[in-house]
């Protein structure tokens, strides 16, 4: 079975500061996708990045950055120069087919608070 | 376009009460998907559907039923709420087209905020 672990539960910055988010997956497919969402305070899930298991080029988009390493399963997610905006809950999430159709296996979430 | 939206937003039931969550979708979407998140925890699924008339069991499928008989809804039945589905329900859908369903992003609804008492 896929699984996917944030081990930080919680992490608590002041603005401008560099936060990473850890996300470590677990699966036996050698082509997967791995997602990215972002949950604020408003509760809505709103979409990040979506990453394939044979690109393993890092990405930078504004603010936000991703690391995929797939030799230690894991795709972690930086926010450079936080603002109180990016407070929200991050989840990461692994893409599994299934005989008819796919699922999100998703990481408990990492709880990010920016504080001015 | 509204993307894809969840009637209601809010409901509370007593122990027993039958009530269904709608979903719908006007991104002519192939798939869709029932989600609940409960605190602490990652969302979990609970069915899903290929296309009109399809739909299979998720993870957690006991208590719900679902039917998609229309494209671009679907929807999500509690037939004897229970005070364990008290949850936050996200739909979800994405479309098919890399011709690998793991491939294509899910695009969620705002939730619905179920309270069973």
């Known amino acids: 079975a896929q699984k996917v672990t944030q081990a930080q539960t919680e992490i608590s910055v002041v603005e401008k500061e560099d936060v990473t988010l850890d996300c470590v997956y677990e699966?036996?497919?050698?082509?997967?996708?791995l997602f990215w969402y972002k949950q604020p305070p408003s509760g809505e899930l709103v979409f990040l990045i979506r990453?394939?298991?044979?690109?393993?080029q890092n990405e930078i988009s504004g603010r936000y950055s991703w690391n995929f390493q797939k030799s230690t399963s894991s795709f972690n997610f930086t926010i450079t120069a936080s603002q109180v905006v990016d407070s929200a809950v991050y989840f990461c999430?692994?893409?599994?087919?299934?005989?008819?159709?796919?699922?999100?296996?998703f990481g408990g979430g990492t709880r990010v608070l920016v504080k001015p | 376009n509204a993307g894809v939206t969840q009637t209601p937003k809010f409901r509370v039931l007593k122990t027993g009460q039958s009530m269904t969550l709608l979903c719908a979708q006007d991104?002519?979407?192939?798939?869709m998907y029932w989600y609940r998140q409960d605190p602490g925890m990652g969302l979990r699924l609970i069915h899903y559907s290929v296309g009109e008339g399809t739909t299979a069991k998720g993870e957690v499928p006991d208590g719900y039923n679902v039917s998609r008989l229309k494209k671009q809804n679907f929807l999500l039945g509690l037939e004897s709420a229970a005070p364990s589905q008290t949850s936050v329900y996200f739909c979800?859908?994405?479309?098919?087209?890399?011709?690998?369903?793991?491939?294509?992003?899910?695009?969620f609804g705002p939730g619905t905020r179920l309270t069973v008492l």
């Open positions: 979800a859908s994405s479309p098919l087209t890399s011709g690998l369903p793991h491939a294509d992003t899910q695009y």
């Open positions: 990453r394939n298991s044979f690109d393993e």
């Open positions: 991104m002519n979407h192939e798939y």
């Open positions: 699966t036996r497919d050698t082509t997967y996708y």
């Open positions: 999430a692994l893409s599994e087919l299934l005989a008819a159709g796919n699922k999100l296996t």
